[in-house]
């Protein structure tokens, strides 16, 4: 397990050769393709690998593989594969390029070393690390505007470090263990351990852009380079969630959340993420900005998955995760190509650009469909799972709540494409010539949106299928 | 035992002309003290304790040494981070005007230290403690301006009141129980009840003698004065030496006089956590409005310390254990924090906050060193600040003054106000900064700063086989 994080860092080492870099940069991310691969071999039935080092007092570093922390690797290996291949892509002739490839790849391994981590103090330290490194990426291009933001964000991830510090000492010291696996620490309800819940709930809501804490979220992407926004809402964003699943299935236990109701607190936060995001994605211009809120409403999804407590919901959630980083990951690579090709960030810019690059629109349409949530898209299997979970746990008025939040989805995603392709009459022709893409930028994006429909499409969906085994084990 | 020897070997380094073999002699003083330090921490460690007396003039009145954890916590970390600011201010010195003086100090108050850390008795510790305050003196006025000798005034008429009234209280403790003697589990125990209002006193004066040193509030405003001092001297004596001894000292109250017991009855310490609570806030609320960046860390400095305070009085065995391991964290933090500011200010010659946006791209591994430092300070894992943090607000909830935890939680977040932006400005604002050939400043400024650093995750990383144990060897004895 622990390779995987090396090989991030070896790769480190090799930068300075700069004829190696790119097959370094690559391998970098190969690698634990590779090694989970593996490991998905080695976990087939069910066994749990485990590794404790006594590092890191008080509770030591413990990493753990079970069926989710499977599944969330093999998808974060997958995306950061895609992403690091478009970055090289993104920054293909420039110079200012190079000291980003190293937060991405530490942020990455961080990532890897969230999704493996044992207990909450693996967790902690790997989550932190994460932001840490994000943050770099975030101030990137050194403008006034990317300072304030990664400020903002940094400032964040120090809030939300201090609020899972807390979390942390309370449920060590009132429970002995911060160890994932056992199904429940805590017998009983106090205040203290009221606050670890809020603890927890801060610092994993900012880190996954919940609704009081999401107000780092539109800054960090609009002025972050876009490798950084994907690779931060298709990967890093799903971090909170898994923190959010860890809280509630194995530090508190189903049972004890059930009975203190504070599943209710992530409920109504969710929900009011979901409609709060999408109504703010209207009054957006800028296309970074318009998805980084579209972002905040799918969070509300996931969150209300967790919050539900239902078999159903779980499933829901967890192919969301997936569905979310296809068409996230997609839209936001989208956006990239269009920035590096012509310059243009601001949606209303974006008439007829369709009919300049046309492969990357197609994409994005495609992607946006998928968010909407139409059937044979991944994002349907979410919702249907979502509305059924909901239905199971006795709130049918959330399905309204769903389908209200795909109608204004598709109110602000459909423009785009529209406007991409048609109306486009008065343009001159100039703008209507095609560009010339790099390979190196369009094979992500044309992977990503095919990831959008091509599972549900396929005889056997078999992420679902490992989805209904892992939620199997946690009800 | 070993301690005389060190004394000699100081007065050697005295005697010193030249430049070359001046550094080497100094070098060679501060190892040998390491080195007899750290010889004798495995006896230490196997629960002896070793006893030097040296002479007495009159019963239980004497220079008495007697080396126990407590005293061995504070003259391994002083040892050690002797030797990293030695090498350091040979490369910041470089180009300052009587160096001589400045060595034959530096060294002195070397010895100084190990005496505090060492002592046996109140009375040794006090003039030790003295000892250390006159040697420091010429090094703090040491640029020779108008404004340093004014903050020397000021820093040494602190140091002497807050003396005095530890000497008052000397006469006071020796009257009522003829000893004076560090015992763990305290010697007033025998006293406490029929003369309770006078240990109060007693325990009032100590606190307020020792406190100075602490940079308790409102006996804090020597230590931004003193900033004045060359910048090793500001890292090793505002960081570590000095304003530890302080800090020792008061541990010293608790632990080898008072007692845990006996404060416990004396219902003394929530007054004196009030304070310190007002210490660490207001310290850091300071903090954020400095505009220069020593100014900045001595502002800091004054909140940390209140952290060690508190974690001691909090007279819970968790507490303490995150008080007296911040006494080694901080240190590591924030001597590589000074030794940052201190390169930059040899190489670029900036002081002040707004000019040093984008100082990154100049000096890019300092700046590292110098997130790291302050990263630690905000307990982000796994700098080894994380560690003091998690005991102290254990030790807070645990001992069933939750209050204690928040103003720690309150105090972190303040931290990151103002730490957070110097390293956002340093590498993602534009400045006058460009990318230098060579090395970013001096190896041996450089390098000790980048030990430092690499020292503090390890640190973090391996408290288990570190910190920890040491600390609760400490404890052992006391609780």
């Known amino acids: 397990m622990a390779p995987i994080l090396g090989a991030a860092c070896t790769m480190l080492a090799d930068r300075y050769r700069p004829a190696m870099r790119s097959a370094a940069i690559l391998s970098g991310v190969l690698v634990p393709l590779l090694l989970v691969g593996y490991m998905f071999n080695l976990s087939k039935d069910n066994t749990i690998l485990y590794l404790k080092l006594n590092v890191l007092p008080p509770a030591g570093m413990e990493f753990r593989v079970d069926a989710l922390a499977m599944y969330m690797v093999m998808l974060f290996a997958f995306f950061a594969l895609v992403i690091t291949v478009y970055t090289l892509g993104y920054y293909r002739d420039k110079v200012e390029g190079k000291p980003f490839f190293y937060f991405l790849l530490l942020a990455i391994g961080g990532c890897f070393g969230v999704v493996l981590s044992g207990n909450m103090f693996t967790f902690f330290l790997f989550f932190e690390f994460m932001s840490l490194m994000f943050f770099p990426m975030v101030a990137y291009k050194s403008t006034p505007e990317a300072s304030a933001a990664g400020l903002k964000f940094f400032f964040m991830t120090i809030i939300a470090g201090v609020a899972m510090f807390w979390a942390i000492m309370i449920t060590y010291n009132f429970s002995g263990s911060t160890s994932f696996g056992s199904g429940g620490l805590f017998e009983s309800a106090s205040p203290f351990i009221f606050s670890a819940f809020i603890g927890y709930l801060i610092a994993f809501g900012i880190k996954s852009a919940m609704i009081p804490f999401h107000f780092w979220m539109p800054d960090a992407y609009a002025s972050a380079p876009t490798p950084a926004a994907a690779i931060s809402s298709a990967i890093m964003l799903k971090t909170g969630v898994l923190g959010l699943i860890r809280v509630i299935h194995d530090i508190y236990g189903l049972s004890f959340i059930q009975e203190a109701g504070w599943n209710n607190i992530l409920m109504v936060l969710a929900l009011a993420g979901m409609l709060y995001g999408s109504i703010c994605a209207f009054a957006q211009d800028d296309l970074n900005r318009r998805l980084a809120y579209s972002g905040i409403a799918q969070v509300g999804y996931m969150m209300l998955g967790i919050a539900l407590l239902t078999e159903l919901a779980f499933i829901g959630t967890l192919y969301h995760v997936m569905a979310h980083a296809f068409m996230k990951g997609c839209m936001f690579l989208c956006a990239g190509v269009i920035y590096v090709n012509t310059g243009k960030t601001k949606i209303s810019e974006m008439r007829g650009i369709g009919l300049q690059m046309p492969i990357t629109m197609l994409a994005f349409t495609i992607a946006s469909v998928s968010a909407v949530g139409v059937p044979p898209f991944n994002l349907f299997i979410s919702k249907w799972h979502l509305g059924l979970g909901a239905y199971a746990a006795g709130m049918p008025w959330i399905i309204f709540l769903l389908l209200l939040s795909s109608i204004l989805n598709a109110s602000y995603y459909f ?47 078999w992420p679902l299928n490992l989805i209904r085994n892992i939620a199997q084990l946690f009800f | 035992m070993i301690v005389p020897i060190i004394g000699a070997i100081i007065i050697r380094a005295l005697d010193e002309d030249q430049a070359a073999k001046r550094h080497l002699v100094a070098l060679i003083a501060v190892s040998i003290v390491f080195i007899s330090v750290i010889s004798m921490l495995p006896a230490i460690m196997a629960g002896e304790i070793i006893k030097v007396n040296l002479f007495s003039f009159l019963d239980g009145l004497g220079l008495f040494f007697k080396i126990d954890p407590l005293g061995m916590v504070f003259g391994l970390v002083s040892s050690t981070l002797w030797i990293f600011a030695t090498v350091y201010s040979i490369g910041y010195m470089a180009h300052e005007h009587d160096q001589r003086n400045y060595f034959v100090f530096f060294v002195l108050s070397c010895s100084a230290a190990m005496g505090v850390a060492f002592s046996g008795n109140l009375f040794t510790l006090y003039i030790f403690y003295e000892y250390l305050a006159i040697c420091t003196y010429p090094l703090v006025v040491h640029a020779g301006t108008e404004e340093s000798v004014k903050a020397g005034i000021k820093y040494i008429s602190y140091s002497l009141a807050g003396g005095a009234l530890v000497l008052l209280s000397i006469f006071m403790i020796y009257d009522l129980v003829g000893t004076l003697d560090f015992t763990a589990g305290g010697i007033l125990g025998s006293v406490a009840v029929e003369h309770r209002t006078l240990i109060t006193v007693v325990f009032a004066l100590l606190i307020a003698g020792f406190g100075t040193k602490a940079a308790i509030m409102p006996l804090h405003s020597w230590l931004p004065g003193a900033m004045v001092a060359p910048t090793p001297v500001s890292a090793l004596l505002h960081a570590v030496a000095i304003v530890k001894a302080g800090v020792f000292g008061i541990s010293r109250v608790f632990f080898s006089l008072y007692g845990v017991d006996v404060l416990q009855g004396l219902n003394v310490t929530n007054i004196l956590a ?115 943090k998690y005991y102290l607000l254990t030790g807070g909830v645990l001992s069933g003054n939750p209050a204690y935890a928040y103003v720690i939680i309150t105090s972190t977040l303040l931290n990151a106000i103002y730490y957070l932006p110097i390293i956002v400005n340093a590498f993602f604002k534009d400045g ?16 000790p700063t980048l030990i430092m650093a690499v020292a503090a995750i390890l640190l973090g990383l391996f408290a288990n086989y570190t910190t920890i144990p040491f600390i609760e060897a400490v404890l052992k004895t006391v609780f």
Not at chain 2, 304 to 320: C, E, F, N, S
């Open chain 1, 415 to 461: 423009p785009i494409s529209i406007n991409a392709f048609l109306g486009c009459r008065e343009l001159k022709n100039i703008e209507r010539q095609r560009l010339r893409l790099q390979p190196l930028r369009m094979i992500p994006v044309m992977v990503l949106a095919l990831g959008a429909f091509a599972f549900t499409i396929m005889p056997v969906n």
């Open chain 2, 432 to 447: 006058d900064f460009e990318k230098q050939p060579g090395p970013e400043a001096p190896l041996t400024m450089l390098v």
């Open chain 2, 274 to 388: 009030v304070i310190v609570s007002f210490t660490i806030i207001v310290g850091s609320l300071m903090a954020i409005k400095q505009t220069v960046l020593k100014l900045r860390l001595a502002y800091s400095t004054i909140g940390q310390l209140g952290y060690i305070t508190l974690g001691v009085l909090m007279l819970d065995p968790t507490g303490a254990l995150g008080g007296l391991s911040h006494i080694i964290n901080h240190a590591v933090l924030k001597i590589t924090l000074f030794f940052c500011a201190g390169m930059i200010i040899t190489v670029t010659g900036k002081k002040n906050l707004d000019q040093l946006r984008g100082i990154g791209k100049q000096m890019p591994l300092t700046m590292l060193a110098f997130a790291v430092g302050a990263l630690g300070l905000m307990g982000v894992t796994p700098i080894c600040g994380y560690i003091s």
